[in-house]
């Protein structure tokens, strides 16, 4: 045996010996990851309205495959009404530690005084990239965009992006219209006489609670559409032509109105009666019919299926056409300065995907993008059905409170006044047309 061999065997016997005396390793025992391979863990806040129970159900859904998909992502979500997120959006997201995302109502009062405050993000380079522009038609895209001041609603930058659309119009209870012996109206005339022939059958005609304000503006701007155009309607939302409140088709439709709480047909003392509480009644068999907006859809289907209808609101003449108020709902917005301003994107694109457009499908409520349903309920059907024929006639008109900042606290309080029987339409009108007036100084001194 030569010495380099020799060597070599001593060398093997001292490190078999040592290994004997030493206890063995667990077989396969992973190492503790560095904090470099860890999943970075980050969490987004979120505040949406999406409070009813449908529409909470698809979001817990989205959020949770969302957060499969980005490990070490938690969302923080709170939810709340409309009203509480008008009331909260600017102090939360002025906050360094506010919600990253935020569901923002469009219109000058909301998404225009966060963009004049420098608040939100320009979403222009997302919508590129993600391909929102493509998916939310130019129309729908205006009506989400100011100029970078917040002074010009309908162009400029993208500052939201919605989920779904929205289209108010009249969901009717088919028992009670059977009942009555009431079919679908197919002109104004027809639909004020089911309203009386509701009121002698002992059925409350239009079920209703106007605690909320914007229910007032909903059933005010379905009659107004009955004889204003399309013209008109964007001239005065976007500011342009020194257009007037103080116009004879809105002194009639406030005086509609008035007519309507003399003639008994709205649910009784409905000014106490919160918007949660009317569509609860709605639901559970109280009122033949209910004008709100698609947002209800999915609840109404899935507590009492093919029990409602949805219909638009009829015009004057059989055939005609009108403008339905409706649009989208409100829209998903980034906090300027997030430090998670990317992450806000992907979280938007996902909440606007065919994934969530097919949840959206599925819950009975219309998706902003084209989705096709099988088996769906007749309820569904007549909202997809409306809204292809509004959007295919340039039809969809607009929430009437983005037309100022104040627009929406002064018509809201106008409303209060005209539906107590305190004022009269003229001077209903009146007040409004002063705050509207007053906007438009500012716009063109």
Not at 116 to 140: E, H, M, Q, R
Not at 275 to 295: E, K, P, V
Not at 404 to 415: H, L, S
Request: charged letters at 20%.
């Amino acid at each position: 045996m030569n010495r380099f061999v020799h060597s070599m065997l001593v060398v093997l016997l001292v490190f078999g010996l040592l290994a004997g005396c030493t206890p063995a390793a667990t077989p396969q025992q992973p190492a503790e990851p560095t904090k470099a391979e860890q999943p970075q863990q980050v969490t987004l806040k979120v505040w949406d309205i999406l409070v009813n129970p449908t529409e909470d159900e698809v979001a817990k859904t989205l959020i949770a495959e969302f957060e499969a998909s980005h490990p070490g992502v938690k969302i923080e979500r709170e939810t709340m009404t409309f009203d509480q997120m008008k009331s909260r959006a600017k102090l939360g997201l002025s906050a360094a530690d506010g919600p990253d995302v935020a569901q923002i109502n469009q219109g000058y009062s909301d998404m225009g005084a966060l963009v004049a405050a420098n608040l939100l993000v320009d979403l222009t380079p997302y919508a590129k990239k993600y391909g929102w522009d493509k998916k939310l038609s130019p129309g729908i895209v205006a009506r989400n965009s100011f100029t970078p001041d917040g002074k010009t609603l309908g162009e400029g930058n993208l500052y939201g992006v919605p989920i779904t659309a929205e289209l108010v119009g009249v969901f009717y209870n088919k028992e009670h219209f059977e009942k009555a012996g009431v079919t679908v109206p197919k002109t104004f005339a027809e639909f004020e006489a089911a309203l009386e022939k509701f009121k002698s059958a002992g059925i409350v005609p239009i079920n209703y609670g106007s605690l909320d304000g914007f229910v007032n503006i909903h059933v005010f701007a379905e009659i107004q559409n009955l004889k204003i155009d399309r013209a008109y309607l964007d001239d005065f939302i976007y500011g342009r032509n020194n257009v007037s409140f103080n116009i004879p088709a809105n002194v009639e439709a406030a005086a509609k109105m008035q007519e309507w709480v003399n003639k008994g047909y709205f649910t009784p003392d409905f000014s106490g009666i919160g918007y949660d509480d009317s569509l609860a009644a709605f639901r559970s068999g109280q009122g033949a019919m209910m004008i709100t907006g698609s947002w209800i859809s999915g609840d109404a289907i899935a507590q009492a299926p093919g029990k409602f209808g949805f219909f638009l609101m009829p015009p004057l003449e059989e055939g005609g056409k009108r403008m339905s108020t409706g649009g989208t709902s409100t829209a998903f917005a980034i906090r300027k300065g997030t430090a998670n301003e990317e992450l806000a994107a992907q979280y938007i694109d996902w909440m606007v995907s065919d994934r969530a457009a097919q949840l959206w499908a599925e819950k009975g409520i219309v998706p902003v993008g084209k989705v096709e349903v099988k088996d769906a309920d007749p309820l569904f059907v007549d909202l997809l059905n409306a809204w292809a024929y509004l959007n295919e006639n340039d039809l969809v008109g607009h929430y009437l409170d983005w037309a100022t900042p104040t627009f929406y606290d002064t018509i809201v309080a106008a409303f209060a006044e005209l539906m107590a029987l305190k004022i009269t339409p003229e001077e209903f009108v009146q007040k409004v047309e002063a705050d509207y007036a007053a906007y438009l100084k500012t716009r063109n001194p």
